[in-house]
């Protein structure tokens, strides 16, 4: 499946995107002027300045979170099961560098690193004099938060990739070679700290419109996550401490917010909670590019039933390996995966073959079910044609998109990388920390606590929590390799009908970066070169 691992960057349409940024005398590109960031004559105002990332939250993300994200990170983990031919290859671990799909992955990340680029280097020389410095700072913080959350996906993904902290400096010699992992890890940790020193300290209340962007509290939760990945414990453990005691965060469902529920967060009156630290900002407008389509994505489309609006759903279904994975009383089971005969009555559906609505709806039997004959569905992210009863969008063609967000990184997650970094690759912890952060998750999932934790522990319960979320992946990636690749050869990656296995290979666990980045580049099939951070 592997080829020679030498990434070559999508620079052409890189280099085009960040020129756009700094000069509008030419059409560097064709994209819609709103993908992206015009730095000339326009910065006049504080307002003018806080809305300069608003891109960087969504339209830049789509082609990455649309089916790339999910194509990986469930279906290669084994978490989805799909049979549509252009985003099942990890289903079987037969991709290689000429699917389609990897481009819009790779694109997507390195536009964001683009446009976080020409924030970063030239917004404080394009501001007026009436702006507020702070907010200078605040905006070039939240593109140093988003470079590094794009470098730390691509990481991740492809390992080895080029380092670039300026486009402008490769416009004239686009060919450059991968950086070491290690460096670029040294990057993203970079970014982070410079993220925390800009960016506004938040207390996150009830007012969710003024929490869509990220606060200081948000880059040091991510940061504690990177630094759970690179094995630094002790850095996370204190990091996420931090982001613990501030109190900007809080379970929904859980002690502080007993009113709410597991359910709740992911319904669009929900978007931007206080559990929210880092989500994608989708704001439907009847634009490709605008909106969240795991609404159609996930959802249930038969012959007289569909919960989008569209006359198709369910490209991505639940795997055969995960319908057992929660406890009959966990209540995360029923808010993740629809399962025939539950009912949702807060979800507004199309019956009699779309010609009709209806509030509510009862799932259906596994072989009516429709999508890809797994015999259930997803429910995270599905809310129904125009939300429901729920103040929100209302769309009534295209492609069943809504305005509720994707979540990057959310509180129960902290609280999960907490407990791990107090383990800190031991076999087991009865810390009393650790065991507050682990049993708040469980509790609000209405589980009982438990008096110690073991790492297998904490893995099962990231897997249940986050489930569909696009992290299991990755959490198999940080498993001995040994045993990563028994979990996946023991799951059944079939449909109802047929069970089938595959079984990974060591090279498996990183993407084959696009071929035709790879043939526009030869020099990049060198191994990587060190950085130079001076």
């Not at 469902?253 to 007993?258: D, K, Y």
């Not at 989008?308 to 490209?315: I, K, L, M, T």
């Not at 031991?426 to 009393?432: E, I, L, M, R, V």
């Not at 690749?485 to 079939?494: E, L, P, T, V």
Request: hydrophobic content about 40%; aromatic content about 12%.
């Amino acid at each position: 499946m592997k080829m020679n691992k030498k990434v070559i960057g999508h620079f052409t349409a890189v280099f085009a995107s960040v020129l756009i940024l700094v000069s509008c005398s030419q059409d560097f590109t064709d994209r819609p002027s709103e993908d992206s960031i015009s730095l000339d004559s326009y910065y006049a105002t504080n307002e003018q300045v806080a809305s300069a990332t608003n891109v960087l939250y969504s339209r830049t993300w789509f082609n990455f979170e649309t089916k790339f994200f999910f194509a990986v990170a469930e279906v290669g983990s084994g978490n989805m099961y799909t049979n549509s031919s252009d985003v099942n290859a990890l289903r079987d671990f037969s991709m290689n560098g000429s699917y389609p799909i990897l481009q819009d992955g790779w694109a997507s990340l390195w536009a964001n690193i683009a446009q976080a680029n020409a924030l970063i280097n030239f917004l404080e020389e394009r501001v007026g004099p009436n702006v507020d410095p702070d907010v200078v700072q605040n905006t070039i913080g939240e593109a140093y938060f988003l470079r590094a959350t794009a470098y730390f996906y691509l990481v991740r993904l492809w390992g080895a990739v080029p380092i670039i902290e300026n486009n402008l400096d490769y416009a004239n010699s686009p060919q450059i070679p991968t950086n070491r992992v290690e460096d670029v890890y040294t990057l993203i940790e970079m970014d982070y700290l410079k993220a925390i020193d800009r960016l506004y300290e938040k207390n996150r209340g009830s007012n969710y419109a003024d929490n869509g962007h990220v606060s200081k509290g948000s880059a040091k939760a991510m940061l504690a996550k990177v630094y759970l990945y690179e094995q630094k414990y002790t850095e996370a453990k204190q990091i996420a401490q931090e982001v613990i005691s501030s109190g900007e965060f809080k379970l929904f469902g859980g002690q502080e917010l007993p009113g709410k529920s597991f359910a709740d967060l992911f319904t669009y009156p929900n978007n931007n909670n206080e559990e929210s630290i880092f989500a994608l900002q989708w704001l439907w407008d009847g634009n490709y590019g605008s909106g969240n389509v795991c609404n159609t994505q996930f959802g249930i489309s038969t012959a007289d039933l569909t919960t989008s609006n569209c006359s198709y759903g369910g490209v991505f279904a639940p795997s055969q390996d995960i319908l057992n994975l929660y406890e009959t009383n966990d209540l995360r089971r029923h808010e993740t995966i629809m399962f025939p005969g539950e009912e949702y009555m807060n979800i507004k559906v199309l019956i009699d073959g779309g010609q009709t609505e209806q509030m509510g709806f009862t799932v259906p039997d596994a072989t009516a079910i429709g999508g890809q004959g797994a015999g259930a569905a997803i429910k995270k992210y599905v809310i129904g044609i125009e939300n429901g009863n729920e103040t929100g969008p209302t769309q009534i063609s295209g492609n069943g998109a809504m305005s509720n967000n994707t979540y990057i990184m959310r509180y129960a997650e902290l609280l999960l990388i907490h407990a791990e970094a107090v383990l800190a690759g031991g076999g087991s912890t009865s810390d009393a920390a650790a065991l507050n952060s682990f049993n708040a998750v469980r509790n609000r999932a209405g589980l009982s606590s438990v008096s110690s934790i073991t790492s297998d522990d904490i893995f099962l319960e990231r897997r249940k929590e986050l489930a569909f979320e696009g992290d299991y992946w990755f959490d198999l990636g940080r498993r001995p390799r040994a045993e990563a690749i028994a979990i996946m050869s023991a799951q059944n990656r079939g449909d109802m009908n047929y069970a089938q296995y595959f079984t990974p290979s060591d090279a498996d666990f990183l993407l084959d970066y696009p071929a035709n980045e790879v043939a526009k580049n030869p020099k990049l099939l060198e191994p990587p070169v060190p950085y130079d951070f001076n």
